[in-house]
């Protein structure tokens, strides 16, 4: 079995920051294994997309509408993946989700709310 916890979010103004976190546990979840973390949103009435990953050997993948304002990195010692969202934007705002996907399995977090707005 594999958990994933989130932390952070919250409401912020426009041009402001935040920072998600996003921790493994479980005993289904061996860090030997390749995996990929990744960080997803979805705002009302729409579908939810990617806004970017990175792999086990820090290789990243950013959605263009938020390349160059949020950054992911993971500290594999810790089992983590944090998601840092600079220059936010209204059309930011959106419930967020990390996602972990290991050979076999895909795990999900619980989604937390990101609120952009004045």
């Known amino acids: 079995q594999v958990q994933l916890d989130q932390s952070g979010g919250g409401l912020v103004h426009p041009g402001g920051s935040l920072r998600l976190s996003c921790t493994i546990s479980g005993s289904g979840f061996n860090s030997r294994d390749f995996n990929v973390m990744g960080w997803y949103r979805q705002a009302p009435g729409k579908e939810r997309e990617l806004v970017g990953d990175?792999?086990?050997?820090?290789?990243?993948k950013y959605a263009d509408s938020v390349r160059g304002r949020f950054t992911i990195s993971r500290d594999n010692a810790k089992n983590a993946a944090y998601l840092q969202m600079d220059n936010l934007e209204p059309e930011d705002t959106a419930v967020y989700y990390c996602?972990?996907?290991?050979?076999?399995?895909?795990?999900w977090g619980q989604g937390t709310q990101v609120t952009v707005s004045s």
């Open positions: 996602r972990l996907d290991i050979p076999g399995h895909t795990a």
């Open positions: 990175i792999s086990k050997f820090g290789i990243l």
